[in-house]
C-alpha cells in the first residue's frame, strides 16, 4: 500500500507539524515566565518516571491484551516479569542504567529459553 504523496497530504502534515510544534512552545514560553513553587517543581519531576511506569508495567506483566491471567499473564511463568524483578533489584542496588539494562535483557533472554 503506497501512502498518497500528493500537495494537500503534505500541507496537512505541515499544519499539524507546526500546531504541535506551536502547542509545545507555548507551554515552555508559559512556564518560563511564571514563578513556579518548589512542590510543583518537585512533583514535575516524578512525571517522567510515572509515564515509564505506565507504558512497560502493562507489556512486562500482561502476554496479551486484554489481559488473560489464565495464560500466565500475571503468574511466575511469565519471562518478562521475572527480568523485570531481577532488573528493578539490579537497578535498586547499582544505580547504573546499562547494568540494569544490560542484566535484565540477560535475565529475559535465559528466561525465554528455560520457560
Same mark, same amino acid.
Given at each position: 500500500?503506497s501512502f498518497p504523496t500528493t500537495l494537500p497530504t503534505w500541507g496537512?502534515?505541515?499544519?499539524? $507539524? %507546526?500546531?504541535?510544534?506551536?502547542?509545545?512552545?507555548?507551554?515552555?514560553? /508559559? /512556564? %518560563?515566565?511564571?514563578?513556579?513553587?518548589?512542590?510543583?517543581?518537585?512533583?514535575?519531576?516524578?512525571?517522567?518516571? %510515572?509515564?515509564?511506569?505506565?507504558?512497560?508495567?502493562? =507489556?512486562? +506483566?500482561?502476554?496479551?491484551?486484554?489481559?488473560?491471567?489464565?495464560?500466565? $499473564? $500475571?503468574?511466575? =511463568?511469565?519471562?518478562?516479569?521475572? %527480568?523485570?524483578?531481577? +532488573?528493578?533489584?539490579?537497578? +535498586?542496588?547499582?544505580?547504573?542504567?546499562?547494568?540494569?539494562?544490560?542484566? $535484565?535483557?540477560?535475565?529475559?533472554?535465559?528466561?525465554?529459553?528455560?520457560?
Amino acid at each position: 500500500m503506497s501512502f498518497p504523496t500528493t500537495l494537500p497530504t503534505w500541507g496537512i502534515i505541515v499544519v499539524i $507539524g %507546526a500546531g504541535t510544534f506551536l502547542l509545545r512552545l507555548s507551554f515552555v514560553h /508559559w /512556564w %518560563a515566565h511564571r514563578n513556579v513553587s518548589p512542590r510543583l517543581v518537585r512533583l514535575l519531576r516524578l512525571v517522567p518516571a %510515572a509515564v515509564l511506569c505506565a507504558l512497560v508495567v502493562p =507489556a512486562v +506483566a500482561f502476554r496479551e491484551l486484554p489481559p488473560d491471567l489464565a495464560s500466565g $499473564g $500475571g503468574t511466575l =511463568a511469565n519471562p518478562r516479569l521475572l %527480568a523485570a524483578v531481577i +532488573a528493578a533489584l539490579v537497578a +535498586a542496588g547499582t544505580r547504573n542504567v546499562l547494568v540494569t539494562i544490560a542484566v $535484565g535483557m540477560l535475565a529475559l533472554w535465559g528466561f525465554q529459553l528455560v520457560l
